[in-house]
């Protein structure tokens, strides 16, 4: 019989042009099952990029909400980042 695994999400919002706002990434908010579905749907319903990453999800979900990352997983969100800004300019230009 298949386990059957709840949905967990977290999201992250970074401003680079704007360190006024955040001086690095910092999460702003987590959760699991409804929760999580609903972080979900709020991100495609404004556009933002998701980004499936179980192994970073599981070293993020654990920490507090409305806090910066610590340092050390800075090259890991970097790299996801990047992902989607890949992804995002792929995207921009297949619509042109």
């Known amino acids: ?3 059957l695994t709840r949905s967990s999400a977290v999201a992250l919002r970074y401003h680079p042009q704007a ?3 955040d001086a690095a990434p910092r999460l702003v908010a987590k959760g699991e099952g409804l929760l ?3 972080i979900l749907q709020l991100a495609k319903q404004h556009g ?3 980004e499936h990453d179980p192994d970073l999800l599981a070293v993020l979900a654990p920490l507090d909400v409305d806090r910066v990352l610590p340092p050390e997983l800075f090259k890991a ?3 996801m980042l990047a992902a989607l800004y ?3 300019a792929l995207a921009e230009r297949s619509l042109r």
């Open 1 to 3: 019989m298949p386990r």
């Open 19 to 21: 360190p006024y706002l």
């Open 36 to 38: 999580a579905d609903r």
């Open 48 to 50: 933002i990029p998701v």
């Open 77 to 79: 969100v970097a790299v």
């Open 86 to 88: 890949r992804a995002n």
